[in-house]
């Protein structure tokens, strides 16, 4: 893998950033379901318990819901790279636009930092920020997005497997999650390729 991550180049970063909405303020359970004139105190401890109850529920539904944006940037290495004409093929046939990526793409250079640069790689810097906000990751079947990840922008792939691990976990302390993994040996779908898991879930 370190070798295809090597002489490859990615030729789009897609990235969605999630924000948990918060919830709304809800009226008092005394003002909206309570008249204290009319009821004893039994009456008022059950109201409470249930407008406990229905904030509970409230505040689980609202920790599911998210706010989303999505991004897809088109890159293009500076550096040559080997390309199969199978995946040109399957990439021409799921609409991605040859021409854009060489009049617009994003120019990056794989590898180690390079001193003497003149020109900002501005992946770099993004894969920076996004390493510095200590978020996590999820992929879906992400160890090949990792290995390309690393190696296209930010170092040269370590020797060992271990070091690479050790690096990852390191830059993304907050932790990485793969839906592939998590529907296969956790939630156990009878299947786990993507549109699968996203209808399912």
């Known amino acids: 893998m370190c070798a ?3 002489t490859r180049s990615i030729i789009a970063f897609g990235i969605s950033c999630f924000q948990a909405k918060t919830m709304q303020s809800c009226p008092s359970v005394e003002t ?3 008249n204290s004139n009319l009821v004893d105190s039994e009456d008022v401890e059950a109201s409470h318990d249930v407008g406990d109850v229905m904030l509970q ?3 689980k539904a609202a920790a599911n819901e998210f706010t989303v944006q999505t991004f897809s940037i088109t890159v293009l290495c500076s550096e040559s790279y080997v390309v199969e004409p199978e995946a040109l093929q399957f990439l021409v046939s799921h609409g991605f636009n040859f021409n854009q990526q060489c ?3 994003v120019p990056y250079y794989r590898g180690n930092d390079r001193d003497g640069e003149d020109e900002v790689c501005l992946l770099r810097f993004f894969l920076a920020e996004l390493i510095r906000s200590e978020r996590p990751l999820v992929f ?5 997005d990792l290995i390309f990840l690393y190696q296209n922008l930010y170092a040269d792939l370590p020797p060992t497997l271990a070091v690479f691990i050790s690096d990852v976990f390191e ?3 907050a932790g990485i999650f ?3 993994h998590m529907a296969e040996f956790c939630s156990r779908f009878p299947a786990s390729f993507l549109e ?3 209808k399912k879930w």
């Open 196 to 198: 699968y898991v996203y």
């Open 103 to 105: 009049a617009a793409g």
């Open 140 to 144: 879906h079947n992400g160890m090949v």
């Open 171 to 173: 830059m993304f302390p």
């Open 178 to 180: 793969d839906t592939k």
């Open 4 to 6: 295809v991550a090597r």
């Open 57 to 59: 529920e409230a505040a």
């Open 32 to 34: 909206s379901t309570v």
